[in-house]
């Protein structure tokens, strides 16, 4: 997998750069060739990512941008790639947080787990007081 046309990177430090970080995300989907369900599920997975971002991470980074690679068959493809990025207190239990119904808050706890069912591609890296990483991949069909 490569990146095309580099990547936009977007502060998340208040409720209009998640807007901010939706529309990027739209922008590049469509511009990789993203049909309509699949644009719709990566910016809802964008979103839910960049809220939880700002919520839980206490304000980040997001990186978007196209990517191009080849199928298992040889075929090119191409599709958007967001990464998300957070000095927070991070995630205690990843393998708990990745599972349904499972929320640090009042949440109904399908953030994430929810995130990762829209995309093709998802890899959460979290310490203890060092933050969070998810990178999300989702390719055009």
């Known amino acids: 997998m490569s990146a095309r046309g580099g990547g936009d990177e977007v502060p998340i430090a208040a409720d209009a750069d998640v807007v ?7 922008a590049r989907a469509q511009a990789a060739g993203l049909g309509l369900v699949d644009l ?6 964008a979103s839910e990512l960049a809220r939880n971002t700002l919520v839980h991470g206490g ?4 990186r978007v941008e196209a990517v191009a690679g080849t199928t298992a068959g040889g075929r ?4 958007v ?3 998300f990025v957070d000095a927070g207190p991070g995630i205690p239990d990843v393998r708990a947080a990745l599972q349904d119904g499972w929320s640090s808050g009042t ?3 399908l953030g994430l787990s929810g995130a990762r069912r ?3 591609e998802f890899d959460l890296t979290s310490g203890v007081g060092s933050g969070t990483r998810v990178v999300v991949v989702k390719w055009g069909r």
């Open 81 to 83: 790639r967001a990464v």
């Open 59 to 62: 304000g980040g980074t997001a």
């Open 107 to 109: 949440g109904l706890g």
């Open 118 to 120: 829209l995309v093709d």
């Open 20 to 26: 901010r970080v939706r529309q990027l995300v739209r």
């Open 40 to 45: 719709t599920k990566v910016v809802t997975a």
């Open 76 to 79: 090119p493809r191409s599709g």
